[in-house]
């Protein structure tokens, strides 16, 4: 572990507004918890920042004594990037304000906060951010990938809704990101992870969606899962951007409306959401609620701040987590085949197949605009493997990295937010090569010692 010079680290407590911490410390053990239970990791110092003016200190405090940074927005990439050993974890969890205005449809939000935080606050106005679907999810790692929910069909990624961001760079400086300021950098954050510096706060358009939301969540019978999915397949496809059905394979949660005998056991859970007329709603999702038999439903109108933390129960911190993903061009019967095997031998029962619905509004934007690549394919496959003793491990990421080679020749590409710690060949697979040179350009002006590589990294040699 590096020791670090008593006097220095005293005089960046000094002008620190936040807290310092350092092994020992009461929080240390505290701040250095990230959402990926798999992950122990031991920083030399955190940096607990309150302000800009804190990031500021830390990276050049950080630069100047050669530590690695891992930054924490809200610590929930299953890749484990946001806590490191032995550098310094540059803490954003404390900047989580989030100012609406209500006239000008925008929301300034600070780079530590949660997607529940911005749900907050814009619901006052009846506003939503276009983002994810679990509210402990931090809004910087989300938006800096990309950031798709339940709303992006309709309204486009968090990255096509950003107007502008402020950036701690390597050097220290504080720069605006935005079409008319470092337009390069703008374009390298929209998908670009944290390359580039750290984002303190983004300016997001926001969508009038109101309070509540037509939305719910039919459960199906595996047993029926390859008639159900090869009718799902065509069905979501020819639906209006406004409406987002996703399919979810896993053991049933013991959910109110299902009956007691089939908590636990497989099904296909068919979340979904309509951002409309709830007469026109139920008309559409008529044919998924007839398609094959269901176990139950669960349908009407939802708080939008319900719904976004409806699913939070599952993915709750400290769990093991491995995580495979890919997009998929075509969920054809072959493709079909390997994963009901999968789905149907999974090696705990928290572990979930989760194929969201992609094309819409994000599909519609050209692929140079922003660093967000694939646009165009309309299933992601995401292999969710969650567990809870070390001593499993082994077999449940077995199981993620068999599933996930046997999908493989039907996909393309990945998000950059969904992949583990692959390797920097992979990290490549999230951008086309176009996309990567260009990134690869801007790690160069703004990073070209690579200060920020603990992430998915755009490597400037
Ligand atoms: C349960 C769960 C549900 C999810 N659902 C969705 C979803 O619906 N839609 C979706 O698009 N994604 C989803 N994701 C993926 C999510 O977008 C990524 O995990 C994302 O990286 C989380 O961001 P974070 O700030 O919480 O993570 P962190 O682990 O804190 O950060 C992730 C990466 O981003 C960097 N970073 C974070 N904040 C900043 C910042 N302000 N400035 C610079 N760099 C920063 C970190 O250094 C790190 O490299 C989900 C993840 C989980 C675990």
Aim: proline share 5%.
């Amino acid at each position: 572990m590096t020791t670090l010079n008593t006097d220095h680290v005293q005089n960046l407590i000094d002008r620190f507004r936040g807290e310092i911490l350092l092994p020992g410390d009461t929080s240390y053990n505290e701040a250095r918890e990230i959402w990926n239970g798999m992950f122990d990791r031991k920083p030399a110092i955190i940096a607990r920042c309150i302000s800009t003016s804190d990031v500021i200190s830390a990276v050049n405090f950080a630069r100047s004594h050669k530590l690695l940074i891992a930054v924490k927005g809200g610590g929930h990439n299953s890749a484990g990037n946001a806590v490191c050993d032995d550098g310094m974890m540059i803490d954003l969890s404390l900047m989580r304000r989030v100012n609406v205005d209500p006239q000008a449809l925008t929301a300034r939000v600070d780079g530590g906060a949660l997607l529940g935080d911005a749900d907050h606050e814009t619901q006052l106005h009846g506003l939503a951010l276009s983002g994810g679907i679990v509210s402990h999810t931090g809004v910087g790692g989300l938006t800096l990938g990309g950031g798709f929910g339940w709303i992006s069909r309709s309204q486009g990624l968090s990255i096509d809704n950003l107007l502008s961001a402020e950036v701690v760079t390597a050097n220290g400086d504080l720069l605006t990101a935005s079409p008319s300021d470092n337009p390069d950098l703008f374009w390298g954050i929209r998908g670009g992870g944290g390359n580039f510096g750290i984002v303190t706060s983004f300016l997001f358009r926001c969508a009038p969606i109101g309070n509540d939301v037509y939305s719910g969540m039919i459960i199906k019978k595996f047993e029926n899962a390859r008639e159900y999915i090869q009718f799902h397949r065509e069905y979501v496809r020819t639906l209006p951007d406004e409406m987002t059905v996703w399919m979810v394979i896993r053991h049933a949660p013991p959910l109110p409306f299902l009956s007691e005998e089939v908590h636990g056991k497989m099904v296909v859970a068919i979340p979904f959401v309509w951002l409309g007329d709830p007469d026109k709603g139920a008309e559409l999702i008529k044919p998924i609620r007839e398609a094959t038999e269901s176990h139950g439903e669960a349908i009407g109108m939802n708080p939008w701040v319900d719904w976004q933390a409806g699913f939070d129960a599952l993915n709750d911190h400290g769990a093991r987590n491995y995580w495979k993903s890919h997009h998929i061009k075509e969920l054809s019967d072959e493709c079909l085949d390997q994963i009901l095997d999968f789905a149907g031998n999974m090696p705990s029962d928290a572990c979930e197949v989760f194929i969201p619905h992609m094309e819409g509004a994000p599909s519609k934007v050209p692929a140079d605009e922003t660093a967000f690549a694939h646009r165009k394919t309309p299933f992601v496959l995401n292999i969710h493997t969650r567990w809870e003793a070390k001593s499993d491990d082994e077999k449940c990421i077995a199981w993620a990295r068999k599933f996930h080679s046997s999908t493989e020749p039907y996909a393309e590409g990945v998000y950059v937010n969904f992949l583990s710690d692959e390797g920097s060949a992979r990290v490549k697979d999230a951008y086309t090569k176009e996309v990567w040179d260009r990134l690869v350009q801007i790690k160069r002006t703004y990073d070209p010692g690579n200060l920020f590589r603990m992430n998915q990294n755009i490597n400037p040699d």
